[in-house]
């Protein structure tokens, strides 16, 4: 039973979007009622646990707004449910009713500042019709901001959601792998109350101009250098070809070991 208290607690605060990594202990905010602890975002988000299915009072004197009441059964799981009083106004101490009387033991009680209005996303980089080289790190930033509590923060890359999905900020996301062509990128902000905004950019990637391939000779042996990742060495016995990429794959440095007279080599962009 033990265990399928843990599994219900995670999924209440996992649930119900709760940000918890905010929040620290405000035990003293709960009155009117021995055992009972306070899991507080001051204004925003409160969770406080109950021993019985008592009354209980929340002191939310300097925290104006309206707040939702809802309870949660910590023995049972399950989704929310609405006690005695369905939501109370901030800035002095009130009552948070009874919990469900289905139940005499004890309860959980989570008390949301009523939000109506989704988060703000702004993409900084890149900018709308921006056009990115394949072989370039691409990092989506964002900001993110709400006038609640940001929840989560994702990105979307052409409709398809890309881990990892952000809960505090800087929230940057590094994008690879992406073929050449046109992509929509679209940052995706839900704040405590489940309410969700999104922002769009479209950008173009495309394929870098070959960096220049320097011939060397280091203790007598000729390599080839070039500087760009990305790019794939490919060889020819003739200037006109048939050219073939070098196996195994080369990287920079690579130590030419023909035998032929001569041998040429050229960089193709190898798109991923």
């Known amino acids: 039973m033990w265990w399928n208290q843990c599994r219900y607690a995670l999924e209440f605060f996992k649930s119900n979007a709760i940000p918890f990594w905010h929040m620290t202990n405000r035990n003293a905010l709960l009155t009117g009622l021995s055992g009972t602890y306070c899991f507080a975002l001051t204004g925003q988000v409160y969770v406080a646990y109950l021993p019985t299915n008592a009354v209980t009072s929340l002191n939310l004197a300097g925290a104006p707004g309206d707040y939702s009441v809802r309870w949660f059964d910590p023995r049972h799981g399950g989704l929310l449910q609405t006690g005695t009083i369905a939501q109370v106004s901030g800035g002095s101490t009130v009552s948070l009713g009874r919990p469900p009387l289905s139940s005499t033991n004890d309860w959980v009680a989570l008390v949301q500042r009523v939000d109506v209005t989704p988060p703000n996303v702004s993409i900084l980089t890149p900018t709308n019709g921006a056009t990115s080289f394949a072989n370039l790190p691409l990092i989506v930033s964002a900001v993110?901001?709400?006038?609640?509590?940001?929840?989560?923060?994702?990105?979307?890359?052409?409709?398809?959601?890309?881990?990892?999905?952000?809960?505090?900020?800087?929230?940057?996301?590094?994008?690879?792998?992406?073929?050449?062509?046109?992509?929509?990128?679209?940052?995706?902000?839900?704040?405590?109350?489940?309410?969700?905004?999104?922002?769009?950019?479209?950008?173009?990637?495309?394929?870098?101009?070959?960096?220049?391939?320097?011939?060397?000779?280091?203790?007598?042996?000729?390599?080839?250098?070039?500087?760009?990742?990305?790019?794939?060495?490919?060889?020819?016995?003739?200037?006109?070809?048939?050219?073939?990429?070098?196996?195994?794959?080369?990287?920079?440095?690579?130590?030419?070991?023909?035998?032929?007279?001569?041998?040429?080599?050229?960089?193709?962009?190898?798109?991923?």
């Open 144 to 272: 993110v901001t709400d006038d609640v509590a940001v929840a989560k923060v994702e990105l979307w890359v052409d409709d398809v959601l890309q881990p990892p999905i952000l809960t505090t900020p800087p929230y940057d996301f590094n994008v690879v792998n992406l073929t050449l062509g046109s992509h929509t990128l679209a940052v995706v902000g839900e704040d405590a109350s489940a309410r969700r905004a999104t922002n769009t950019v479209a950008i173009t990637v495309v394929a870098p101009e070959p960096p220049t391939l320097r011939l060397v000779t280091t203790g007598g042996q000729p390599q080839l250098e070039w500087t760009a990742p990305g790019f794939e060495l490919f060889h020819a016995p003739y200037v006109t070809g048939p050219w073939t990429n070098v196996v195994p794959p080369a990287s920079s440095p690579y130590v030419i070991t023909t035998t032929n007279s001569e041998e040429y080599f050229q960089l193709r962009w190898s798109n991923p």
